[in-house]
């Protein structure tokens, strides 16, 4: 239990510190909105959270287009957005602001063209947003609006969540509710009878290791965008099964 205490306090200290090193420059983008009104439909995506309500990001979520998905490394990052007034009067709710959490990819539509149902097209930058979170910014009806938007540190409830899931020799580990920068860049793996191992990224925030760890306590060591580096000793039990999380 002490060591759980541990990684969870240095969850703590990451988050606060990483307020320091976020770029906060507003930059253009347009917003639509996806998933109904209680955003059941922007389950699961291609950051790999599955539940977005258990996984506690909640309704306050959105889908990247390609040029800011950087392929699901982005996955996790937090974002404050407006929608921007000076622009569109008729659907922007003025002095409204949101933060959402990049949970999935907007794909791109090159049937359409950029600026008529190709919103996420590349070179785009663009947002759709789960309807609730839309609507804290924008009226329903505007559909798609402009928007100002930046990264701004993720403020998470408890510590990094590891959810273990494969098989023996194939160990994928889903990482969810990371604090501070929010999205990932590497992450290493330690069981108790071997040294670190660095894991590679099989898709969103799914990360995996071909080594034979069963029966052993693990530790991971997280890197987030931003360089900061958070390490969870023994955050998983040396009787830990494949499906459980940890934290």
Not at 95 to 107: I, K, L
Not at 208 to 218: A, E, H, I, P, V
């Amino acid at each position: 239990m002490a060591l759980v205490h541990l990684a969870l306090v240095c969850c703590f200290w990451w988050i606060a510190g990483a307020a320091y090193a976020m770029d906060s420059s507003w930059q253009s983008a347009h917003a639509t909105f996806y998933g109904g009104s209680d955003a059941s439909g922007t389950m699961g995506g291609a950051c790999g959270y599955g539940n977005l309500y258990s996984q506690g990001y909640g309704t306050n979520t959105a889908a990247l287009s390609t040029a800011l998905f950087n392929n699901g490394l982005t996955c996790g990052a937090c974002y404050e957005m407006k929608c921007n007034e000076e622009t569109d009067t008729q659907w922007c709710l003025p002095g409204r602001t949101v933060t959402v959490t990049a949970t999935n990819f907007c794909p791109p539509n090159y049937d359409l063209p950029n600026d008529n149902g190709g919103w996420c097209n590349p070179p785009l930058q663009h947002f759709d947003m789960a309807q609730p979170a839309f609507q804290q910014i924008a009226v329903y009806k505007g559909g798609i609006v402009p928007i100002m938007f930046r990264r701004v540190p993720c403020v998470r409830k408890g510590g990094v969540r590891f959810t273990i899931n494969g098989h023996s020799y194939f160990n994928l580990v889903l990482i969810t509710n990371v604090g501070g920068a929010g999205d990932v860049d590497a992450v290493s793996i330690k069981g108790s009878n071997t040294g670190w191992q660095e894991m590679s990224r099989n898709w969103g925030q799914n990360w995996q290791s071909n080594s034979y760890l069963n029966g052993q306590s693990l530790s991971f060591r997280v890197t987030t965008s931003d360089g900061r580096t958070i390490t969870s000793y023994n955050v998983a039990p040396a009787n830990w099964q494949f499906g459980q999380t940890f934290e």
